[in-house]
C-alpha cells in the first residue's frame, strides 16, 4: 500500500508548475483564495438554478 509520505513528492512535482506560473504573473495566494472562493459561489448557484429546472 502506497503511504503519503510516498505521495507527497508525486503531488508536489505537479503542483509546482501551476505554482511557478502563478508566481511568474504575480497572482498571490489570497487572490487565488478570493478566485476560488467566488468561483465555488458561482458553480453552486449554477447547479441549483438547473436543479430547480428537473
Request: glycine share 4%; aromatic share 12%; charged share 10%.
Amino acid at each position: 500500500m502506497i503511504s503519503i509520505y510516498q505521495l507527497k513528492p508525486k503531488f508536489q512535482s505537479l503542483l509546482r508548475p501551476c505554482a511557478n506560473r502563478l508566481n511568474n504573473a504575480n497572482i498571490t495566494a489570497k487572490q487565488v483564495t478570493i478566485s476560488a472562493y467566488l468561483g465555488s459561489i458561482f458553480v453552486s448557484f449554477i447547479v441549483g438554478l438547473f436543479a430547480s429546472y428537473q
